[in-house]
């Protein structure tokens, strides 16, 4: 038992540590890397688009015994630059991700370029990319607002967190977000399956091995960054509206 006590205890460090410390320092390793592939991929590309248009000029009889297997080896080419740009915005979001977390202040942001990130970063957890039908509509040309995002990221994430437990429980496995504007407000709101022992409609849910966090907390830290928030039920659906001063 002292053992176990010792080790949960080195293990919540631990935790700590990776969030705070180490996955910055994991994301400025793999950057290095990263953006050598993508430039030698790049240059790969030209130099063999060269190499054939020399070939051709120079070389046809070569290029008609060879032309199938060049065109291949162009095509790879491209793919595996295609591939490497999709795995460098992979990359952002994370990093982008983590930059929201260590945000305490105040600052001012595009609530539609934050939602993107968010979303993207949920895609990593595999009951948000493979259960969930989603459907997002989101504005590109939402005025600017200031908030925390450090404290906006953690109340989306538990916000998604809470949906999904409860899409779990359903048939229907729509997620719907959408962004709002009205005057100068901006605002966003999320819609998903209506589930009567869900755990977001219930403001003293406390979900125990799920550890959803309670959405009476979710509200008042986002009520203490100034958001007017709610959460109801509407013909079905649990609807959770949050409103930012732009």
């Not at 935790?15 to 592939?37: M, R, W, Y």
């Not at 688009?49 to 080419?77: F, K, T, Y």
């Not at 295609?82 to 977390?101: A, I, N, P, W």
């Not at 925390?148 to 437990?165: Q, T």
Request: proline letters at 3%.
């Amino acid at each position: 038992m002292e053992a176990q006590n010792i080790y949960k205890k080195l293990e919540e460090d631990f935790k700590s540590t990776i969030v705070s410390e180490l996955i910055p320092g994991i994301i400025h390793n793999f950057a290095n890397p990263l953006n050598g592939i993508m430039g030698r991929a790049q240059i790969m590309s030209r130099r063999i688009q060269q190499l054939v248009a020399l070939i051709e000029e120079n070389h046809p009889d070569v290029m008609n015994h060879c032309g199938e297997l060049l065109s291949r080896l162009i095509r790879d080419v491209e793919i595996m630059n295609d591939e490497s740009e999709r795995f460098h915005r992979m990359f952002e979001v994370v990093g982008t991700k983590f930059q929201y977390l260590h945000y305490p202040e105040e600052v001012t942001i595009s609530l539609t370029d934050f939602l993107k990130t968010e979303l993207s970063f949920a895609e990593n957890y595999l009951k948000f990319k493979h259960q969930v039908v989603k459907e997002f509509t989101l504005e590109d040309d939402l005025p600017t607002l200031r908030t925390i995002p450090a404290f906006l990221s953690v109340c989306i994430w538990a916000i998604l967190h809470n949906a999904i437990r409860d899409i779990e429980k359903t048939q229907d496995k729509k997620l719907k977000i959408s962004t709002l504007r009205e005057g100068n407000r901006v605002g966003l709101k999320v819609y998903y399956p209506f589930v009567s022992n869900g755990s977001l409609n219930n403001e003293n849910a406390d979900v125990g091995d799920d550890c959803l966090v309670p959405v009476k907390d979710i509200i008042k830290l986002l009520q203490l960054i100034g958001c007017n928030t709610s959460c109801r039920v509407e013909d079905g659906t649990q609807v959770v509206e949050i409103w930012f001063e732009s």
